[in-house]
């Protein structure tokens, strides 16, 4: 559902939403406002680079400081 939604609900909002790391199994690497975007607790990727290259099973981990 996430990937159709195009984004993901963080447990936590980062205490600096551009250092927010974004990690794709098997993808090059993410970059911030290029790739995704995150704002308040919302990680999300529509009209971004991203947008379309995800898939339902892809893998993500997301690394940030609260």
Not at 52 to 61: K, P, T
């Amino acid at each position: 559902t996430d990937i159709t939604n195009k984004f993901v609900t963080l447990s936590h909002t980062p205490s600096t939403a551009g250092n927010t790391v974004l990690l794709v199994e098997n993808a090059a690497s993410m970059f911030y406002g290029t790739d995704y975007t995150v704002i308040g607790n919302e990680l999300s990727w529509s009209g971004l680079s991203l947008d379309g290259i995800l898939s339902v099973g892809d893998n993500l981990s997301i690394i940030y400081s609260v």
